[in-house]
């Protein structure tokens, strides 16, 4: 190992060795921890959070048919013994407020609030003069929506917040957003004399997080100043997942489904469990 690699190890295990110690210097009493997800879609972020081992008091979107597909997958269906999201709710953030949330789910206790606002507001693959600053965009309406994520921040005060975004997010108007969401966010609570948070961009790359898909995002992260947070510069892919995984590795051993063809649904798989691959495993259930 040369001397370069070798200090980069080390560097990653103290990080790590840091983490965890701000982790476990965080815990709280009563686990699991709580979450809420904000703009949920289909379920995504909510699924990863559960893997994670936190509970879901709600998650929250305004498409019925998102809405429905979270529900069938992530409360109807038994999931490997995860906890069943115990809100699902149809609702437009911009007019569903914090309080009654916090009346619906019987508490006003959340530790981490997690969410993706709409992206096509930021989104380089609607560029409009090359810069993804042009007239449509900046009057497209779906660009404030953080601030109603920002609301909810402010008024459960979690302990970790984590918007998601595309990079867009980052040049649009010159930059001004991204400056804007984080400004907004380090002040959050400051007028009623709560702590606010510490607040750090991130960019992750789904792919050498084990997803079989290049997809790049903006994560925004936000952890309350009264504890003593820390940001993984590096993350790791999860526990049985692989880094830099190809779409073919993943599921190319999936029946042939031709257009008009197949059944919604079916046993996976008895070839490929007796033909196990540790790199499949982890990234697609086998059931
Ligand atoms: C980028 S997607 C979220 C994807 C999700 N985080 C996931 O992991 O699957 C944005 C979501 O915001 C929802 N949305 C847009 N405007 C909304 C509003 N005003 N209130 C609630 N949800 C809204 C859309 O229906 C869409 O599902």
């Not at 779409?247 to 196990?276: F, K, M, Q, W």
Request: glycine residues 10%; contains cysteine; charged residues 25%.
């Amino acid at each position: 190992m040369s001397s370069e690699e070798e200090a980069r190890v080390t560097l990653k295990a103290t990080r790590l060795r840091e983490y965890q110690a701000a982790k476990k210097a965080t815990r709280n009493d009563a686990d699991p921890q709580t979450f809420l997800d904000l703009f949920c879609g289909c379920g995504g972020f909510t699924l990863g959070m559960l893997r994670s081992g936190l509970r879901c008091l709600a998650a929250i979107d305004s498409d019925p048919a998102a809405i429905a597909t979270l529900q069938a997958n992530l409360v109807d269906r038994d999931h490997l013994g995860m906890a069943k999201v115990a809100h699902v709710i149809e609702r437009d953030l911009r007019i569903f407020q914090p309080d009654q949330l916090a009346a619906l789910i019987g508490t006003d206790h959340v530790d981490v609030i997690v969410g993706g606002p709409p992206c096509q507001g930021f989104s380089t693959a609607r560029k409009v003069d090359g810069a993804n600053h042009g007239a449509r965009l900046k009057t497209d309406s779906r660009r404030q929506l953080y601030r109603d994520f920002l609301r909810y921040v402010q008024f459960f005060q979690p302990r970790v917040f984590v918007m998601e975004n595309v990079l867009g997010l980052r040049t649009a108007a010159g930059g001004a957003y991204f400056t804007a969401v984080q400004k907004e966010a380090r002040e959050l609570g400051r007028t009623q004399r709560k702590p606010g948070y510490r607040v750090h961009g991130q960019v992750e790359d789904s792919w050498e997080l084990g997803v079989p898909q290049k997809r790049r995002r903006q994560l925004i992260i936000g952890v309350r100043n009264d504890l003593p947070g820390y940001f993984l510069p590096e993350l790791n892919p999860a526990p049985r997942a692989e880094a830099r995984i190809c779409l073919g590795t993943a599921i190319g051993d999936l029946p042939i489904l031709r257009a008009g063809g197949g059944e919604n649904e079916r046993n996976y798989d008895a070839v490929r469990v007796a033909s196990y691959s540790p790199q499949i495993e982890g990234i697609l259930e086998v059931r």
